[in-house]
């Protein structure tokens, strides 16, 4: 695996070999940061349930300002350090290794909020719609901002109050949902 453009072009991507982590393929990957180019430049990143860290670490290549990779996993974790040192990109990164709903807690108590949040949960973890929530009452999502959740197409996105599902890009197994916040009534 290997940053796709940007600074960190061509820089290989160390994996976690044997454990139960699906790495975004590279057609996944390149299709969705052309549908969200314009929109990375100095945006603030937020990647849930990061594995190797290939789409935080990519998101940063192409001009986050800044992006927080939250992963529970202590190998893994290891490897996002890995690969940030190995892309010079670990200055503008902060690495969670939390429990994801646990740093969606800390993160709203600590007043931040991001223009982009992509998450891929285990698909039969049931961890998308809790995620979402999360999300929506920490007040994690920019007004602008959306919410890009990658899941089984056999498993069907569960409605979260206070999102909506702006657009979905189908695949063979997968499905990438970007969901924007409802407008508040006032």
């Known amino acids: 695996m290997r940053v796709i453009a940007g600074s960190a072009k061509g820089h290989k991507l160390e ?11 590279d057609r996944i990957k390149e299709t969705l940061f052309n549908i969200i180019a314009f929109d990375l430049p100095e945006c603030v990143f937020l990647d849930l349930f990061s594995g190797s ?14 992006a927080v990779l939250v992963e529970q996993s202590d190998l893994c974790g290891k490897v996002i350090s890995r690969n940030l ?30 223009d982009i949040i992509f998450m891929d949960p285990p698909y039969a973890a049931g961890l998308a719609k809790p ?3 999360k999300i929506v009452e920490g007040g994690l999502l920019r007004p602008e901002g959306y919410v890009i959740v990658e899941r089984s197409a056999q498993i ?7 999102l909506y599902v702006e657009k979905e890009k189908k695949y063979k197994t997968t499905v990438i949902s970007f969901l924007r916040l409802e407008e508040q009534e006032t």
Do not use: C, W, Y
């Open 85 to 114: 040192e190995h892309t010079r990109l670990a200055q503008r990164a902060r690495l969670m290794q939390n429990d994801v709903l646990a740093a969606l807690d800390k993160l709203a108590a600590e007043g931040e909020s991001f």
């Open 131 to 133: 995620a979402l929530e």
């Open 53 to 66: 860290g290939a789409i935080g670490i990519e998101a940063l290549s192409r001009g986050a300002q800044r």
């Open 156 to 162: 069907p996105l569960e409605e979260t109050a206070g």
């Open 15 to 25: 994996t976690i070999e044997g454990l139960n982590t699906r790495p975004t393929t």
